[in-house]
């Protein structure tokens, strides 16, 4: 005969490391041992004993002066101090904005999102339309005359009804849910400027919106696609240009990007490649007068035209430089000559890696679009482009 036992799993609440008191949350190292500590209970109120005498056998810990089945003590505190760092250090990162609110599916992102430092920031901040629709915000941060809604979870998540709320008062809200976090303020600072999928949009009425317009506009642009098709080729380049100059003027108002004239596919007054240039006047190539006239910034196409070692030369803007002559002049040529055409061409493919193959734009992960009008090519690339990633921005476009 089988005999099923059925089991029962129960949730061990982590030792209570913090309580608190008048002036926030208190380590239980940085205080007293005992009641002397001044601290109660984050959840309850009750006065807590802080056992942190070195002899304890367990580690240092909170627990309740007076039995009174308290739960949920450190995850009321882990909440507050959520609160705490983000009221200190004002910083938050904005995670990608779905369409969908799905932040897990990668075909629904439509903003990248950014790190952020706010002006202010309010706790337990109420709001309310003329009296309709209060609710009480955990956080609310404050930048350039907007507000975002900042809601700290563990088990209670923002409901359907707040959402309604929300979305009726026109308000950008983050949730982050702190299920995987702990009772550490550094861990929870890090925390909060991280990509974590933890972080996500409840609401934002704004991008919802823009991603609206941005569809519909879209498929505005397509239909025009489709009457290119009809036209000859003479009034299809011509189509196909107004079609371009509507998507950069869209591209240009919405402020996200940043526009670079190609050059045989290369947009060399881009930041990756000015940086690498710049790197480049510090090494032994930055000697060369010709080398040096292509890093301080005259444009060279990044072909060398011949073979290394026989008869090759370059273009910078429309003058022909030649690397090694012919063999009628180069059997004149002393080992110093030699050397030198060995030198310049060791610094040309130096400065090629540079322009060519870490900027071939085409391939570059910043490149949001190309466009084609009025005999230019340009590449439009995303506002990030030759930033830190690590960087604070002072405003953000949610």
Not at 240 to 264: C, D, I, M, P, S
Not at 370 to 393: K, P, T
Request: aromatic residues 10%; contains cysteine.
């Amino acid at each position: 005969m089988i005999v099923y036992l059925k089991c029962h799993y129960f949730m061990i609440e982590p030792l209570l490391t913090y309580g608190l008191t008048s002036e926030g949350l208190k380590h239980i190292l940085d205080v007293p041992n005992g009641l002397a500590c001044g601290c109660v209970c984050p959840k309850c109120s009750c006065p807590l004993v802080a056992r942190n005498n070195p002899s304890n056998k367990k580690a240092p810990h909170f627990a309740h002066s007076a039995d009174n089945n308290c739960v949920g003590a450190y995850e009321t505190a882990l909440h507050l101090m959520a609160k705490e760092v983000l009221l200190e250090s004002k910083k938050l990162r904005t995670p990608d904005f779905h369409h969908d609110y799905d932040n897990r599916n990668l075909e629904s992102r439509y903003r990248i999102g950014e790190k952020i430092k706010f002006e202010s920031v309010g706790i337990e901040h109420n709001i309310s339309n003329n009296g309709v629709d209060h609710i009480i915000a955990d956080a609310v941060g404050f930048i350039n005359s907007k507000k975002l809604i900042i809601e700290f979870a563990k088990t209670h998540f923002v409901d359907e009804e707040k959402t309604g709320k929300l979305l009726r008062l026109k308000l950008p809200c983050i949730e982050i849910d702190l299920s995987n976090q702990v009772l550490d303020r550094k861990a929870l600072k890090k925390f909060l400027l991280s990509e974590s999928q933890d972080i996500y949009w409840i609401s934002n009425p704004r991008l919802d919106e823009a991603y609206k317009k941005e569809q519909e506009q879209q498929a505005a642009l397509e239909e025009k696609e489709k009457h290119i098709r009809t036209l000859s080729a003479a009034e299809i380049d011509d189509e196909r240009a107004k079609v371009y100059r509507q998507k950069y003027e869209r591209y240009r108002q919405e402020g996200r990007y940043k526009f670079f004239t190609l050059h045989n596919g290369v947009a060399h007054k881009c930041p990756i490649i000015t940086s690498g240039l710049e790197k480049l006047k510090t090494s032994r190539f930055y000697q060369n007068m010709i080398l040096r006239r292509i890093i301080d910034g005259e444009y060279w196409n990044g072909v060398i035209y011949g073979n290394f070692g026989r008869e090759c030369y370059i273009y910078i803007q429309k003058e022909k430089i030649i690397i090694f002559p012919d063999d009628s002049i180069r059997n004149k040529w002393s080992d110093i000559e030699e050397r030198g055409a060995k030198f310049l061409y060791a610094g040309l493919m130096e400065i090629s890696n540079v322009i060519v193959d870490e900027g071939e734009c085409n391939r570059c992960d910043f490149q949001a679009d190309w466009l084609s009008f009025d005999n230019r090519q340009i590449s439009v690339c995303s506002q990030h482009l030759g930033e830190q990633h690590d960087s604070i921005l002072t405003a953000f476009s949610y």
